[in-house]
């Protein structure tokens, strides 16, 4: 996701965490303010592109190898490099987090937390589950007349698009946005289904628990992101129909990142004490 998205999913967790939650990240996190989740939400882009912080670009993803549209899967071993990936990623950073034997220092306790929020953001967005042409960055398409990749128009066009355009800061739309979510989870249409979005959720299985929600976002790429294929889309305007099927995808994407990294975060608090 663009900062926008990354910034919405995380006021939509703060909607959720317990208030045990949300004192102990705000403690953590050195940051009393209703922001202290959308404030690092992007935190792990900024990085990646640093000298120290190069190692976790692969960490964003997983190129899930299958065929789209005609089958969409991930499959552990034959997805995740030996760099790392997504579902290994927060493996790694829930076990830095909840630190068992005491080792770590409390930098990289923080490190950990903000690597989560962004890890479980990412693996919501079905072109983060996908192989074909490096998750989409090299199908070159057209978004409302501009020439943009695929990856771009799910990471962000689409996405800014449903709530008319995002100019200047995106704290201030991102948060309009994530109540109107938020009040969608609570008493809309999303009321009855929420429950299902926490099956299988158990910090005892990290990678089973990641593995669902990474194969549920892949499943949309057969169906939305690429419902005839890579050919098919390339050099097409997606601003119209295309726009018009895919916009309630991002839109449950970002409602059950939200809905589930609160969840995420109460677990650890909770394991924690
Ligand atoms: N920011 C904002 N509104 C907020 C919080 C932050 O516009 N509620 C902006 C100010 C900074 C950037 O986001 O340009 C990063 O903020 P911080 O350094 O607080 O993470
Ligand atoms: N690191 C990580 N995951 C690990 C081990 C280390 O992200 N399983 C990161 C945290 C530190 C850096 O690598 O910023 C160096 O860690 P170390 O000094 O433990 O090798
Ligand atoms: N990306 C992806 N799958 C890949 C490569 C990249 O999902 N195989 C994502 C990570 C960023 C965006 O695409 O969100 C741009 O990546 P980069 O800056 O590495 O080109
Ligand atoms: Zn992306
Ligand atoms: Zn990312």
Redesign the pocket.
Known sequence: WGGFGHITIAYVASNFVSDHTATHFQTLLRNQ?S?YL???ATWADNIRYTKWGHFTGPFHFIDAKDDPPSSCDVIMERDCKSEGCVISALQNYTSRLIDADGLLPAIEHEQAAKFIIHFVSDMHQPLHTEDVAKGGNGIHVKFDHKFLNLHHVWDTSIAEKIVGGVRG?P??AARQFADKLVDDIRTGKYQAETKNWLNGISLDDVEGTALIWARESNAYVCTHVLPQGPKAIMGQELGSSYYDDAAPVVEIQIARAGFRLAAWLDLLSAKIA
């Open positions: 303010s922001d959308a404030n690092v800061s704290y201030g």
